[in-house]
């Protein structure tokens, strides 16, 4: 008899083959377990494909995979024709605000097969010191297992105050260092960034690297919401006299980052904005694939709509606030002094100087490329609700004028806010989706927070909240085929568990956690639309966290097994 098997890293080698022997033994088919999923495809996170196999666990483990005969359970998933994976993993979420106020089911990322998901994204942790948090999302219990990071805008904060506007002096690095290596020795897995926010936009590169140097040892990584998406930073306009970053000068950035620091780093929710960017999506691959023939590793992750999620302003805010305020942003938003009454009086009278109107509509004309165009901007809510539905460009095209015009137009009669409109920003090409989703190096993020009251009193919530992994798996790779299956299982589960370094999750094999999804390929579909985004996905029908029912019948259940992970990746000496 052969017998074929992977040793899970980091398991002893005794350990291993008692598990390989228990799994292939005949007396194995009489063993009892706490649950079999039975005669399941199973697709085990490597990218080979399926194998036909029972799944039997104990407790939080994975036992046996194999033909487990005559073997009994306590209770048995029936699983023909349907897939049998690891659990998925997010790579950048929001999700710790939900977890801590209570609300940590998350049935909206249950329902898409997530069992842990990488908090602390965008450089905020969202409570310090690092065993606080621990300690506080393990008393309010969570669905999911949780990775947490040291937020690079928490550290800056602490060490600079409320002086952030500015690059930090030797001294203030040493302190942010100092706080890094406290927060990797309290067990974050790495340093996350949001380099086109309050306050780490106004860090440096030399920054950066440094806080990303103070990782290494403890065998982290580095992630970050790059410093620019386009030919700006979404802070940063035409107009404004700081020199531009642009998308390619932020990718660069990281790779620079992972060959300095001699660590594993990740672009997150890679989306380049704008048709003028729309492509670029090659020209970043080939720079992150001569990263990997460097020998260095360079990751990414992306969500699966050309949408994306944020507040659009299209009239630059200079031109709408009362006076000018220091180093206001086009993307910031509640800025102290930002004083915008009366801003269309405001607007009206700058427009009425030539020079500065002639600005102000260049700044306008870049905002609607970077937002996807004059086609790419939905009105998803206006005051004359007849345009509710409808693009700019069609707007624009019924008042036969520019959509600049147009652009100035809402704002004027729109809602008394700045930009007037609720939008949506068709900016992100399909070709760089694909893109970016067909490398081995890429894994997937919903960039999303949980389901919360709080959050259904909002109408205009991303589909991607609820179906960011079955699109995937139901557009991209089932009907399109742009993508094989097992590719993108391991897109979700055995690549992630790789960059962070998990040697117990992410595959389907005897002596991992039971970390484990079973979906119909059937059905399994996302349902959420832009105008009804809150609908659950459907034929992910059991998903288990730690050998627990999250998911049971296609239903979110009530169960908090989640748990706070430690780090894994051994300790390792910075490259040179």
């Not at 079999?36 to 939080?60: C, T």
């Not at 690095?173 to 790495?190: T, Y």
């Not at 901007?377 to 609700?385: F, G, W």
């Amino acid at each position: 008899m052969s017998v074929r098997c992977s040793v899970a890293p980091g398991r002893s080698v005794l350990a291993s083959v008692f598990a390989i022997l228990s799994a292939a033994h005949p007396l194995a088919g009489q063993a009892r377990y706490d649950l079999i999923i039975r005669g399941g495809r199973v697709l085990d996170g490597s990218g080979n494909p399926f194998f036909h196999a029972d799944v039997g666990i104990r407790g939080d483990t994975i036992v046996a995979v194999g033909q487990l005969g005559q073997a009994t359970a306590d209770r048995v998933i029936d699983a023909r024709g349907q897939y049998v994976t690891p659990g998925f993993i997010a790579l950048h979420e929001h999700i710790e605000s939900a977890i801590l106020r209570g609300f940590g089911t998350l049935p909206n990322f249950t329902t898409q097969g997530f069992s842990t998901a990488v908090i602390n994204a965008d450089g905020r942790t969202a409570v310090w010191p690092i065993t606080k948090q621990r300690q506080d999302l393990e008393r309010a219990g969570s669905a999911l297992n949780l990775v947490m990071m040291v937020g690079h805008g928490t550290v800056r904060g602490m060490a600079m105050g409320s002086d952030v506007e500015r690059p930090a002096t030797r001294a203030e690095v040493e302190r942010m260092k100092e706080l890094v290596r406290l927060g990797m020795e309290e067990g974050a897995f790495g340093l996350s960034t949001g380099l086109e926010y309050v306050p780490m936009r106004y860090s440096t590169e030399e920054e950066v690297l440094e806080l990303a140097k103070a990782v290494a040892p403890y065998g982290g990584h580095y992630q970050a919401h790059l410093r620019s998406q386009g030919q700006h930073p979404k802070w940063q306009l035409p107009s404004y006299p700081s020199k531009p970053v642009t998308n390619i000068d932020a990718v660069m950035e990281t790779i620079n980052i992972a060959r300095r620091a001699g660590i594993p780093a990740m672009m997150d929710h890679l989306h380049p904005k704008g048709p003028r960017e729309w492509g670029s999506g090659r020209i970043i691959t080939q720079l992150v694939d001569r990263a990997w023939q460097d020998g260095h590793e360079v990751y990414i992750n992306m969500h699966s709509y050309e949408a994306y999620d944020e507040t659009i302003v299209l009239v630059p805010r200079w031109a709408l606030v009362a006076k000018p305020v220091k180093n206001l942003g086009q993307f910031d938003s509640n800025v102290p002094g930002a004083d915008y009454t009366n801003m269309r009086a405001t607007l009206q009278r700058r427009l009425a100087h030539p020079d500065t109107a002639r600005i102000i509509r260049t700044d306008i004309a870049y905002e609607i490329d970077r937002g996807g165009g004059p086609g790419g901007l939905l009105i998803m809510d206006y005051p004359d609700k007849s345009l509710v539905g409808k693009t700019l460009g069609q707007v624009a095209r019924m008042r036969n004028e520019d959509p600049v015009d147009t652009a100035i137009w809402m704002q004027m009669n729109g809602f008394d806010r700045p930009g007037g409109v609720e939008w949506r920003a068709f900016a992100v090409s399909l070709l760089d989706l694909v893109e970016f989703m067909r490398q081995d190096y890429t894994g997937v993020c919903t960039d999303r927070s949980g389901d919360t009251p709080a959050m259904r009193e909002n109408d205009f919530v991303h589909p991607g909240t609820f179906g960011t992994t079955t699109r995937l798996i139901r557009h991209f790779a089932l009907d399109k085929r742009v993508i094989s299956l097992p590719h993108a299982i391991r897109s979700l589960t055995g690549l992630p568990a790789q960059i962070l370094g998990f040697t117990d999750r992410g595959r389907i094999a005897p002596g991992m956690r039971a970390d484990v999804v079973v979906f119909d390929p059937e059905t399994i579909r996302d349902k959420g639309t832009y105008f009804e985004p809150f609908q659950y996905s459907e034929g992910i029908n059991y998903v288990l966290v730690n050998g627990r029912f999250v998911v049971d019948g296609g239903k979110p259940t009530e169960a908090k097994p989640g748990r706070a992970l430690s780090r894994q990746r051994p300790r390792a000496v910075p490259r040179t």
